[in-house]
Nanobody, 128 residues
Framework: QQPMVESGGGSAQAGGSLRLSCAYS????????VGWFRQAPGKEREGVAA????????YVADSVKGRFTISLDDAKSTFYLQMNSLKPEDTAMYYC?????????????????????WGQGTQVTVSS
């Protein structure tokens, strides 16, 4: 069983919205930062948003600040990425991840960061 499974990707017009979900199971408690990355063709993977499962603090990349929101539903073991005011440059494969260090969520410091667990990815395509 995969520990993390994304859903909710698809196509949208510029200015539209999409919501991604990541259902997780059996994640070790030490992986208390969960979040989203994206990778566009020919570009490096970049962190988009993160949330600390121990207290709910959120972190969002400057490129999506004010448009994307990350949230967590502990009861459903699911976290979300609400994407509003989408732009064509948001087109990418989006991956959910869990670890000890994602964006500003940093539990043990950079030297003791644990490897990330990844979902399989979901495609988001925004047309102009």
């Amino acid at each position: 069983q995969q520990p993390m499974v994304e859903s909710g990707g698809g196509s949208a017009q510029a200015g539209g919205s999409l919501r991604l979900s990541c259902a997780y199971s059996e994640l070790p408690s030490r992986l208390s930062c969960v979040g989203w990355f994206r990778q566009a063709p020919g570009k490096e993977r970049e962190g988009v948003a993160a949330i600390y499962t121990g207290g709910g603090s959120t972190y969002v990349a400057d490129s999506v600040k004010g448009r994307f929101t990350i949230s967590l539903d502990d009861a459903k073991s699911t976290f979300y990425l609400q994407m509003n005011s989408l732009k064509p440059e948001d087109t990418a494969m989006y991956y959910c991840a869990a670890g000890s260090r994602i964006l500003g969520c940093d539990v043990y410091g950079p030297r003791r960061a644990l490897p990330l667990e990844w979902g399989q990815g979901t495609q988001v395509t925004v047309s102009s």
